[in-house]
């Protein structure tokens, strides 16, 4: 039995993932799989994913592997990562795609017109590098992380959720929008905390830490 299964549908960065969480549980065991049965069985999960929606989600349903990722992402510690995060919504303006529908909202582009800083700057997009994470709230994944610590951040979408009580963290690029979620086992991030040195790390480590409860 895994104590945490990173899902393989073809798409994402497995490998970093999974290299980050070895460094902070280092005698967990910790598998990259596209094993139903891994998974099935696994304590915790996490769902990585970057590249196109439409691509992801046709990776996701050819592996096999949809119905079970509905199944696992209510019933155990659950992390979503960037298209991880984004899945788990209704659609996405990109494509447009279909995605999982197991949380409320849409995932849309940002918006040419309104990409100019409070400076007058153009903005570019994606959104790429560092940027301040506002947390709304507490909860365990954000236990050792100050508030408005930096993240790194790659993308073109964002989370748009219908039910504002899942935003666990906002971000302004330039508005404010919701890179974090949080709702009962899963919680799940726009930016890559494989790829943000400490805070990162710490978030990780609460995650194989967590129980599932707030």
């Given at each position: 039995?895994?104590?945490?299964?990173?899902?393989?549908?073809?798409?994402?960065?497995?490998?970093?993932?999974?290299?980050?969480?070895?460094?902070?549980?280092?005698?967990?065991?910790?598998v990259?799989?596209?094993?139903?049965?891994?998974?099935?069985?696994?304590s915790?999960?996490?769902?990585?994913?970057?590249?196109?929606?439409?691509?992801?989600?046709?990776?996701?349903n050819?592996?096999?592997?949809?119905?079970?990722?509905?199944?696992?992402?209510?019933?155990?510690?659950?992390?979503?990562?960037?298209?991880?995060?984004?899945?788990?919504?209704?659609?996405?303006?990109?494509?447009?795609?279909?995605?999982?529908?197991?949380?409320?909202?849409?995932?849309?582009?940002?918006?040419?017109?309104?990409?100019?800083?409070?400076?007058?700057?153009?903005?570019?997009?994606?959104?790429?590098?560092?940027?301040?994470?506002?947390?709304?709230g507490?909860?365990?994944?954000?236990?050792?992380?100050?508030?408005?610590?930096?993240?790194?951040?790659?993308?073109?979408?964002?989370?748009?959720?219908?039910?504002?009580?899942?935003?666990?963290?906002?971000?302004?690029?330039?508005?404010?929008?919701?890179?974090?979620?949080?709702?009962?086992?899963?919680?799940?991030?726009?930016?890559h905390?494989?790829?943000?040195?400490?805070?990162?790390?710490?978030?990780?480590?609460?995650?194989?830490?967590?129980?599932?409860?707030?």
């Open positions: 039995m895994s104590d945490i299964a990173v899902i393989d549908y073809g798409m994402g960065n497995l490998r970093s993932v999974a290299k980050a969480l070895r460094h902070v549980a280092p005698r967990r065991t910790i990259v799989t596209a094993d139903p049965e891994t998974i099935a069985n696994a915790r999960v996490v769902l990585p994913g970057q590249s196109a929606m439409p691509d992801c989600m046709r990776s996701l050819q592996s096999g592997l949809r119905e079970l990722v509905l199944r696992v992402v209510r019933d155990r510690p659950f992390l979503g990562i960037c298209l991880g995060l984004q899945m788990l919504f209704d659609e996405s303006e990109e494509g447009p795609t279909s995605c999982l529908g197991v949380l409320p909202g849409r995932v849309v582009r940002f918006r040419d017109k309104a990409m100019v800083a409070s400076d007058g700057t153009r903005l570019k997009v994606p959104h790429m590098g560092w940027s301040p994470v506002r947390k709304i507490e909860h365990p994944l954000w236990r050792g992380i100050d508030d408005e610590t930096r993240f790194y951040f790659a993308h073109s979408y964002y989370p748009s959720p219908g039910d504002t009580t899942l935003t666990a963290a906002t971000v302004e690029y330039p508005m404010a929008f919701t890179c974090a979620i949080a709702s009962d086992t899963i919680f799940a991030v726009q930016f905390p494989e790829k943000s040195h400490r805070a990162g790390l710490q978030l990780l480590a609460n995650f194989v830490a967590w129980n599932g409860r707030v």
